[in-house]
């Protein structure tokens, strides 16, 4: 025979066979979200990054300006993929800056290695990195631009949460991409965001001066004090 106080525990359990499921079921906080889509990374002709005018499409010495790119400053070009940047950004901060030209892409390594050589350039230093940190020295990096690259990295939030440790206080972030779903080489600014945030940067200013065309966007970012 049951004992008496035994009896009414039995009950309420049978009458409440969702109680244990509803205990054993994750919570949103414990699931996984999804990888968002980003583009397969360019591995073609890196010349053609080299296209006339694109220096006037991209305002890219305005885009300097805007990150206080200069003489003496540490800059990093990630996504360096022809080095396109990286060449512009290493005669404006002169032989007294650095410019590190980082990219997952052992040619366009070999590739920037060559162009830097051939132009006399003595201040540019080429890290072939991995998809979610730029292996950057720490603390030396006044200024960063990734250059319609940003749809590519594959695993952003830990990417910039590496970049981070590499930044000076008082560095700049730039964003240069395109709208887009992820996969069609661009990604919603609104995106970049809110992935930016998570990594501990806050966003200072946005700019559409970029091309003409109303699709692209330029973004800049400091870390969080």
Do not use: C
């Not at 805007?66 to 404006?92: C, H, M, N, Y």
């Amino acid at each position: 025979m049951l004992k008496r106080h035994v009896l009414p525990a039995l009950i309420f359990l049978a009458l409440n066979p969702l109680l244990f499921r509803a205990q054993s079921a994750p919570t949103a906080a414990t699931q996984q979200t999804a990888p968002r889509k980003t583009s397969t990374p360019y591995t073609g002709d890196l010349s053609i990054f080299e296209s006339p005018g694109r220096d006037e499409r991209l305002q890219i010495n305005r885009v300097m300006d805007i990150l206080e790119i200069a003489p003496g400053k540490t800059v990093a070009d990630i996504g360096a993929g022809s080095g396109w940047f990286t060449l512009r950004a290493a005669r404006r901060v002169t032989g007294t800056g650095t410019v590190y030209a980082v990219d997952i892409n052992p040619e366009a390594i070999r590739y920037i290695d060559a162009r830097v050589q051939k132009d006399g350039l003595h201040n540019v230093k080429t890290i072939l990195s991995k998809s979610d940190d730029p292996e950057l020295p720490a603390a030396k990096v006044d200024a960063v631009l990734l250059l319609k690259t940003y749809h590519e990295v594959a695993n952003p939030v830990a990417l910039l949460r590496n970049l981070r440790l590499s930044l000076r206080p008082g560095a700049e972030v730039g964003i240069i991409d395109r709208n887009g779903n992820g996969e069609n080489h661009g990604i919603g600014r609104d995106i970049v965001m809110k992935e930016a945030m998570e990594s501990g940067f806050v966003l200072l200013s946005q700019y559409d001066f970029v091309k003409g065309d109303g699709m692209d966007y330029f973004l800049v970012f400091a870390a969080k004090k």
